[in-house]
Each structure stands twice: as structure tokens, then as C-alpha cells.
């Protein structure tokens, strides 16, 4: 199947998730989702033609990280392999800087734009990339907030609710989060 895009789903404790390789390694990851139809849905909508297949060693390591990461320990995805695919080059750029950011740390799109010398306008930008981001945990795009602390966008399944469940596993506080207006 050399060259041929596979995937495989995996139950974590928010849910089921799906991961997506080829031989130059994760191409996609779907964060959890309650049914396991959604994920899979969407998992070959990012790839399709995608193949469902058995993991292997290296693939399988990654599911039992992210496994792990949903039940609360600690992990790092520094060496995962990754392939995102054709990438304008200032999204490769954002997913590079924000690939660094460790268990815990935060920071803002606006943050991002300056530590890749672009102007505070180009904070959207940042944005657009994190919502497009194809690997999601892996390159750690709930760890990039709005300025000010708030929570920001997530296109991932539960919106912003789940980022803000991801940014609670890794101890992160977070301002409360208003529902609506108590007139």
C-alpha cells in the first residue's frame, strides 16, 4: 500500500478520534468526536479515497499517545512524524512555531504573527491556519488563544468547549466563560 493514504479509528476518553498516514507519516488526525459515523465522515472527507487499515508500529504509537493525552497524562508529539500536505507558506511557517509549544503553554494568534516577524494583521492569518491545522494535537492548535486570554475559535467537534476541555487537561486556567446575558 506504499503511497496509498489509510486511516484508523481509536476510542479515547472524550470520544473517538481517527488518524490518517502515508509513508511520510500523519497526514490527518480528527479529534474526538461522540460517534464514531462523524469521525469517520469526516476523517475521508480531509483524505479521501483513504483506505481503513491496521496501523503500524509507528502509527500505533501515536494512537496510544493520544490515547494516553485524553486520559490525562502528559504527552509531547515533538517527533511525530508529520506530512500536512501543500500548505501556503506562511501556514507551514505558523504550524512549525506552533508545533513547539509544550504541555501547558499558551500563546495568542497575534503572538505568533510578531515571533514570525509579520505584522499584527496578520494574526487572521494565524487564525485561518489554526483552523485548517490537518493534524490537530499533534501540531497544537488549542494552546493558541485570543488576545486576552479568551478561548477563541476551534473547528474541531464541541467547538471551543472542547478546546477549552484540552486546555484544562494540561492545567491551563481559563477565564470563565460567559453562556449568556443575566438580565
Known amino acids: 500500500m506504499a503511497g496509498q ?3 484508523q479509528l481509536f476510542e479515547t476518553a472524550a470520544g473517538i478520534a481517527a488518524i490518517g498516514w502515508a509513508d511520510a507519516g500523519v497526514t490527518a488526525l ?3 468526536a461522540p460517534a464514531a459515523s462523524e469521525t469517520e465522515r469526516a476523517m475521508l472527507r480531509r483524505l479521501p479515497g483513504a483506505l481503513r487499515a491496521a496501523p503500524p508500529a ?3 504509537a501515536v494512537i496510544d499517545a493520544a490515547t494516553r493525552y485524553f486520559a490525562g497524562e502528559r504527552i509531547e508529539f515533538f517527533t511525530v512524524a508529520v506530512d500536512p500536505g501543500e500548505q501556503p507558506p506562511f501556514f507551514a511557517r ?3 512555531h506552533v508545533r513547539m509549544l509544550g504541555w501547558g503553554e499558551t ?3 497575534g503572538a505568533v504573527a510578531r515571533a514570525l516577524d509579520a505584522g499584527p494583521e496578520q494574526a ?3 487564525g485561518q491556519a489554526m483552523a485548517t491545522n490537518p493534524v490537530p494535537l499533534i501540531i497544537p492548535c488549542h494552546r493558541v488563544m485570543a488576545a486576552g486570554g479568551g478561548i477563541g475559535g476551534f473547528s474541531a467537534p464541541g467547538g471551543s468547549q472542547s478546546k477549552a476541555r484540552m486546555l484544562e487537561l494540561e492545567g491551563v486556567p481559563l477565564p470563565p466563560v460567559q453562556q449568556g446575558f443575566d438580565f
Do not use: C, F, H, M
Open 124 to 126: 487572521r492569518a494565524v
Open 107 to 109: 500563546t495568542t494568534y
Open 58 to 60: 509507528g502509527i500505533a
Open 30 to 32: 480528527r479529534l474526538p
Open 94 to 96: 505558523v504550524y512549525d
Open 5 to 7: 493514504s489509510q486511516y
